[in-house]
């Protein structure tokens, strides 16, 4: 196979000696202009010896995402190997075989040498989604490779949103035995959010005999977990209504008390400025505030205000779960975030467990911005 190439000003390659994910078009010695979005593309350094092959992609800094660090073909086998290797790393972190659980991510983009492409699994079936050009162009390879890897344990490989008539629109997972029912063709990202799968279990340990707030709380996972593990009380704020309606199924999946739950359809800015008193356990979980470097600032202001607003109101002793999963917002910006917030709250504040996504989300070393989830569990005197 030939691939069109593209050459690095001279210095240029030593990023990508390293493994890197990402060629920026500033490292590039000229923009070739004939190469067609999302074709696979060889990159040379400046005295032409060829370091891997990647998605080329014509918009944004980034123009190259490298899917091999050698030169190689992206085939069949490529595809298969690279999938292959992902269920291995989920078999070898209890996954796959797991009586608990069955859904979790088997492709997390450049953490699985694969940048552009998300492949969750749930109870069989594998949900894609694509980021970029070259992945939305190339979908049908990882679809077959699935197959020829998985075999039987396969039931279905479904395309994120996109919902094809006689697919299957969602099916019941299992996470920690808690049961869950996921709408991948209706829902938010491939459906549910696996990356909260271990910080929902260590609320379990903190939920027992505790009124809980759960903010932004989509299906109601959160909410799942803290009345099977004994919270007293649990109020779910979440401005989509169709998400409310899936945590209420979500409950009764479960066989929890609905008596015990109450479900607030609402902006969860608005909500929190007058938060009722008397909540000893609060959940602040929001999208990502920033989807881009530019609006990074407001997005920190926004971390800010939700967490000083719950930091103000939560019952003395009370223990806070706070996230953010904004790629573009740093451990470090985050954690400043937070403590602005403590000091506006005027809240003695210490922190008990400082939280991440799960090893079925790995991060490259290389590419530190794939630690996009970060968390605090928060002691409030
Ligand atoms: N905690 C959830 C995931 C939360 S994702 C879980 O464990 O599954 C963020 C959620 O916030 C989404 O469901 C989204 O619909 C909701 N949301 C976004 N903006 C909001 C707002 N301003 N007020 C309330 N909910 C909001």
């Not at 409950?251 to 608005?270: G, K, M």
């Amino acid at each position: 196979m030939t691939y069109p190439a593209v050459q690095l000003q001279p210095g240029r390659e030593r990023s990508l000696r390293r493994f890197h994910p990402f060629v920026f078009s500033r490292a590039l010695a000229r923009e070739p202009e004939d190469i067609p979005d999302g074709a696979v593309v060889r990159v040379a350094d400046s005295g032409g010896t060829v370091l891997g092959v990647g998605h080329y992609q014509q918009r944004g800094s980034i123009r190259v995402r490298m899917l091999a660090f050698e030169d190689t073909a992206i085939d069949a086998a490529f595809w298969q190997q690279a999938l292959r290797s992902a269920w291995r790393l989920r078999t070898s972190l209890g996954l796959t075989q797991s009586p608990d659980t069955n859904a979790f991510r088997l492709v997390h983009g450049e953490g699985d040498g694969l940048p552009g492409l998300v492949a969750d699994w749930y109870h069989g079936h594998v949900v894609l989604q694509p980021h970029t050009e070259g992945m939305r162009q190339s979908i049908g390879h990882p679809r077959a490779a699935l197959e020829a890897v998985l075999g039987t344990k396969l039931k279905a490989v479904i395309a994120a949103g996109a919902g094809e008539a006689g697919e299957p629109e969602g099916c019941d997972i299992l996470e920690h035995r808690h049961r869950f029912r996921v709408n991948w063709a209706a829902g938010q990202k491939t459906g549910f959010y696996l990356d909260q799968r271990e910080n929902r279990h260590l609320l379990a340990r903190y939920a027992s005999g505790r009124r809980v707030l759960n903010v932004f709380s989509y299906s109601g996972a959160f909410s799942v977990y803290a009345l099977a593990a004994g919270a007293t009380h649990v109020c779910s704020v979440e401005s989509s209504r169709q998400a409310a309606a899936w945590a209420a199924e979500n409950l009764a999946l479960n066989d929890l008390p609905s008596e015990r739950h109450e479900a607030v359809v609402a902006d969860a800015f608005d909500y929190l400025k007058s938060m009722p008193a008397g909540f000893e356990l609060v959940v602040l979980d929001p999208p990502a505030f920033a989807k881009h470097a530019s609006a990074r600032h407001r997005a920190i202001q926004a971390y800010r205000r939700v967490n000083a607003a719950a930091m103000r109101r939560i019952e003395p002793g009370g223990i806070l779960f706070t996230f953010s999963c904004s790629e573009v917002v740093t451990p470090d910006l985050f954690r400043g975030a937070v403590l602005a917030a403590a000091i506006e709250a005027g809240r003695n504040i210490r922190i008990l467990h400082q939280l991440h996504q799960p090893p079925d989300h790995p991060v490259s070393i290389f590419h530190p911005e794939g630690e996009y989830l970060k968390g605090f569990v928060l002691h409030v005197g």
